[in-house]
């Protein structure tokens, strides 16, 4: 019998995105479902008893975390997150995998080799690692990729990649080494999910990654003009955030 999977995701583009990544990888494998909530995919997981469960950690209803408390026995674990401080060790001390977002083709294959080993996760193991991540995942986290519109793609663009953004009337413009992505998102509503000892407010309408300033100079006119690695672009900072800047 071939083996079968529920994905459970918050995120309906990438629940189907990993979901037909792991069609053309590993074809014999079937999707029972793709859930967008904890409690969703508690309940198809205990009615359809898989054999693999790729698990978001922070959906709504329960999170992954306690989807696994409750898998059945012989159910292979794989949480999908997009934050790597859950990466650690004791994934492997319980047999479990992890794939960190947003996904490659790269790192899907390994996990797919690995469950194709059958190598059973360890119940106990796991309870351990669960009580070990569950104070962990409780912390508020940022951002870490941006869902940028190209055509009628979504692009993945890693936060970290991220030189600064623009405010432009309703929209923001996300400028990487790469390219310019339009996202639908103010400024303001941003700067509310970013990191802010990474990326700091230098104008109303601008936010820089602190780690891709390379200078700050101060013009005939008196104003602060940050430099940038990796960009021509010189930006302003507004004097009310001059202060940043004061023992640079």
């Not at 309870?127 to 912390?139: I, N």
Request: net charge negative; proline share 4%; charged share 30%.
């Amino acid at each position: 019998m071939n083996p079968r999977a529920i994905i459970a995701e918050d995120e309906p583009q990438l629940a189907q995105d990993l979901a037909a990544r792991l069609n053309r990888l590993w074809p014999e494998l079937e999707v029972l479902a793709v859930c967008h909530d904890g409690r969703e995919a508690a309940r198809r997981i205990a009615a359809e008893r898989p054999e693999v469960a790729f698990l978001d950690i922070r959906m709504p209803g329960l999170t992954g975390l306690e989807v696994a408390e409750q898998l059945p026995e012989g159910c292979r674990l794989v949480f999908v997150t997009a934050y790597d401080h859950y990466a650690v060790e004791a994934f492997d001390r319980a047999a479990v995998d992890y794939l960190l977002k947003p996904l490659s083709d790269k790192r899907l294959s390994q996990t797919v080799a690995r469950l194709r080993e059958h190598r059973h996760t360890d119940t106990e193991q796991l309870r351990a690692l669960l009580r070990e991540m569950g104070d962990a995942a409780a912390e508020p986290q940022h951002l870490q990729w941006i869902r940028a519109q190209v055509g009628e793609r979504v692009k993945l663009v890693p936060v970290d990649e991220v030189l600064y953004f623009a405010a432009e009337d309703k929209y923001t413009n996300v400028v990487t080494a790469d390219g310019i992505y339009l996202i639908r998102k103010p400024i303001k509503a941003l700067e509310a999910e970013l990191d802010p000892e990474r990326f700091w407010r230098i104008h109303r309408g601008t936010i820089v990654n602190a780690r891709a300033i390379d200078s700050v100079s101060r013009d005939f006119r008196g104003r602060l003009n940050v430099s940038l690695r990796g960009s021509e672009a010189v930006l302003t900072a507004s004097r009310g955030y001059a202060e940043r800047f004061r023992q640079m």
